[in-house]
């Protein structure tokens, strides 16, 4: 993990926590938002809230309540004004928390996910995407079609947008640094890395200076 000062563009966090796993400590603010949700919601909710005031506290020292965190139920977390900005991401198994000095947005997926392919390339993708995995085998298909669903949804949260206005506007090529917005003019550096039974995306400005991040396991 790459650490600086705050109002370094290179500050860069990335931590993967592993689910089911123990709660870490939240909020009497945050304790109420449990209650009022249904109970898978609120223990993934208490979950997320918790590992992210938990990586928060290591890396700056402060304790885990003490965090300038805004986490409402459904919505982006947001950190007090100079403190960064967040993204998280699940799937069945883990959690992903990225923290950066500049924006960014992360993703993550299990590897062995089941989806048509195909199916959801010509649903959510570009003509020149859905080109691109026609003569791939089944497996690289569904490689490739993962690999992309993850580095758009990164670069979506990096935006602050909505998947069903953005997911066919990102184009990423396989392999490539950066993806771009068609319609908004975007460009965003991305990281594209797998990690044991995991995929993962994340998305930084397009200028970031950021070296490829480590991810940190807890």
Not at 24 to 44: A, D, H, Y
Not at 130 to 138: D, K, M, V
Not at 159 to 187: E, M, P, R, T, V
């Amino acid at each position: 993990m790459i650490t600086t000062q705050i109002n370094n563009k290179s500050v860069l966090g990335l931590w993967l926590f592993l689910m089911p796993s123990k709660l870490f400590p939240i909020t009497s603010e945050e304790k109420k938002w449990v209650k009022m949700l249904t109970p898978k919601r609120g223990l993934l909710y208490h979950f997320s809230r918790g590992c992210l005031r938990h990586a928060m506290s290591s890396m700056t020292g402060l304790g885990p309540l003490d965090i300038p965190l805004k986490a409402y139920p459904g919505k982006p977390p947001l950190l007090a004004e100079g403190w960064g900005h967040i993204s998280m991401s699940h799937c069945s198994d883990a959690l992903l928390i990225g923290w950066s000095s500049a924006k960014i947005g992360v993703d993550i997926e299990r590897m062995d996910r089941k989806f048509q392919a195909h199916k959801l390339s010509k649903r959510f993708f570009t003509q020149n995407e859905n080109y691109e995995i026609e003569n791939l085998t089944p497996s690289k298909a569904q490689e490739l079609v993962l690999k992309r669903w993850v580095v758009k949804e990164a670069a979506i949260k990096w935006q602050s947008g909505k998947i069903a206005n953005n997911i066919n506007q990102w184009i990423w090529q396989n392999k490539s640094s950066f993806a771009y917005h068609k319609k908004l003019g975007h460009k965003v550096k991305v990281y594209e890395q797998n990690h044991d039974r995991w995929i993962y995306a994340i998305a930084l400005d397009g200028n970031s200076i950021t070296r490829k991040p480590i991810i940190c396991l807890n």
